[in-house]
Nanobody, 120 residues
Framework: DVQLVESGGGLVQPGGSLKLSCAAS????????MAWNRQAPGKERELVAT???????AYADSVKGRFTISRDNPRSILFLQINDLKTDDTAMYYC???????????????WGQGTQVTVS
């Protein structure tokens, strides 16, 4: 079975740091683009960072310079380093995999259950 299990969230003071992890299993991690999304209460889900299978990263303007996405393909783990946390970063953070699938033009997406980050 496909699993994406996030960890590393918590309660942090403004200006603090966290490193989120997402452990993947049940699919070929190295073949997939990966992403971190977040959703704050009452707001729409927001894409914050992506990383291609070869390690090319991209970020939402709201997190550039503070968030760093990375991946460890041999261990099938996705990371998100978050520095200089702000109260607006409070949200549930989800990792997602976007995987090519034979016969499916848009491939297959997998999602984790999320890890809560609270900045207060």
């Amino acid at each position: 079975d496909v699993q994406l299990v996030e960890s590393g969230g918590g309660l942090v003071q403004p200006g603090g740091s966290l490193k989120l992890s997402c452990a993947a299993s049940g699919f070929t991690f190295s073949n997939c683009g990966m992403a971190w999304n977040r959703q704050a209460p009452g707001k729409e889900r927001e894409l914050v960072a992506t990383i291609s299978k070869d390690g090319t990263a991209a970020y939402a303007d709201s997190v550039k310079g503070r968030f760093t996405i990375s991946r460890d393909n041999p261990r099938s783990i996705l990371f998100l380093q978050i520095n200089d946390l702000k109260t607006d970063d409070t949200a549930m953070y989800y990792c997602a995999a976007m995987c090519p699938t034979p016969g499916k033009l848009l491939g297959t997406d997998y999602w984790g259950q999320g890890t809560q980050v609270t900045v207060s």
